[in-house]
């Protein structure tokens, strides 16, 4: 948005014009969407499918900082970061609920960019905007979604269902949006002390992209239906794959070997990783905001799971008692935990 022009207070609309403006072009494109915005509530219907509901909230500060988070890819991550807690149930994502607190320094035009971003992914993920809230906010932009999607209900996978000797997958590369917001925050600094500077990002569209707009694994949904595979236990890799890892693990009361030579990382990722001294497996275990799925399969598909070079296998499953181990380059078993390793120690 150019500064040139003039923006318009949100108080010159009001709460309903506002909504008026955010929701005016909608159109349904679920057949389970029955009644969206402009009433008290959405109504869905799932008809036989069972309901899969999720929330997740943005503040300002805490999560996105808007110096170099361009409103619309913000609004495009909102949506994509609840869409990715449904994919982890094995459901598909139809529905999401919008509320949004704005301060007094929001103007009409900044939030016709975010929600540019949260119907574009609307658009690429098919689901429908079905309803929200608009209110005030003392000390910055707060984005709250809930995304609603449906499973035939023996489809469902949870976290607990993992079983010894299953392999151990993981879509996509981790460690890229670590990585890129590093980069954001580098070039912030550099930008403060001079800001005539141009900053340099070339090398790094991988890492910024993962980082301001990433995407979810939506077809790895039909994919797994398609190959006949059906995992055991799935979970979206949002906080760093230690944690998710340790979190399948408990749920389903085994243990785990994860191989650090295994894991999947961009080579932007390493690059990066290497200009600022942070190892990569570090960014890919502990890092976060990958929102790529990490599934078990029993052994047996592993002839399936090879033919698709999107999935990973970076581990197995093993009983309880061994606990959960990273096996590093040279083959020293560390403890995993959810607060990281140091590798550098280990070398
Ligand atoms: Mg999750």
Request: glycine fraction near 8%; charged fraction near 25%; include cysteine.
């Amino acid at each position: 948005m150019s500064s040139d022009k003039k923006l318009t207070p949100i108080s010159d609309l009001g709460e309903f014009g506002l909504i008026d403006r955010m929701t005016k072009g909608i159109k349904l494109k679920n057949k389970s969407s029955v009644k969206g915005v402009g009433d008290d509530a959405a109504v869905v219907n799932h008809n036989g499918y069972q309901t899969v509901i999720t929330t997740d909230m943005l503040t300002e500060g805490i999560h996105f900082d808007l110096s170099y988070s361009p409103l619309k890819h913000l609004g495009y991550k909102a949506v994509v970061v609840n869409l990715s807690d449904i994919l982890a149930m094995n459901a598909k994502p139809t529905q999401i609920v919008v509320s949004i607190a704005v301060s007094a320094r929001t103007s009409v035009e900044s939030l016709d960019e975010l929600y540019a971003g949260i119907y574009e992914a609307c658009n690429f993920y098919k689901v429908d905007l079905v309803g929200g809230d608009t209110t005030s906010s003392r000390s910055g932009l707060v984005i709250s979604i809930t995304a609603i999607g449906k499973a035939k209900p023996e489809d469902l996978i949870y976290r607990s269902g993992a079983k010894e000797n299953d392999l151990i997958c993981v879509t996509g590369d981790l460690g890229a949006a670590y990585m890129g917001l590093q980069l954001l925050i580098r070039e912030k600094e550099v930008y403060k002390v001079n800001p005539n500077s141009q900053p340099d990002l070339s090398g790094f569209e991988h890492i910024l992209e993962r980082q301001l707009k990433p995407e979810c694994p939506i077809s790895i949904i039909d994919k797994l239906e398609k190959m006949n595979v059906r995992p055991t236990a799935m979970i979206d890799i949002s906080d760093g794959l230690s944690s998710e890892v340790l979190h399948i693990c408990q749920a389903s009361e085994v243990g785990c070997v994860v191989h650090e030579d295994k894991l999947p990382i961009d080579e932007s990722t390493i690059k990066f990783g290497n200009q600022i001294g942070v190892h990569s497996s570090i960014a890919a275990l502990n890092g976060g905001e990958d929102y790529e799925l990490l599934f078990t399969v029993p052994l047996s598909d592993f002839d399936t799971i090879k033919r698709y070079p999107e999935i990973k296998v970076i581990g197995h499953i093993t009983k309880e008692d061994k606990g959960c181990s990273l096996v590093t380059g040279d083959g020293t078993y560390l403890p995993l935990d959810a607060q990281g390793f140091d590798h550098g120690a280990n070398e």
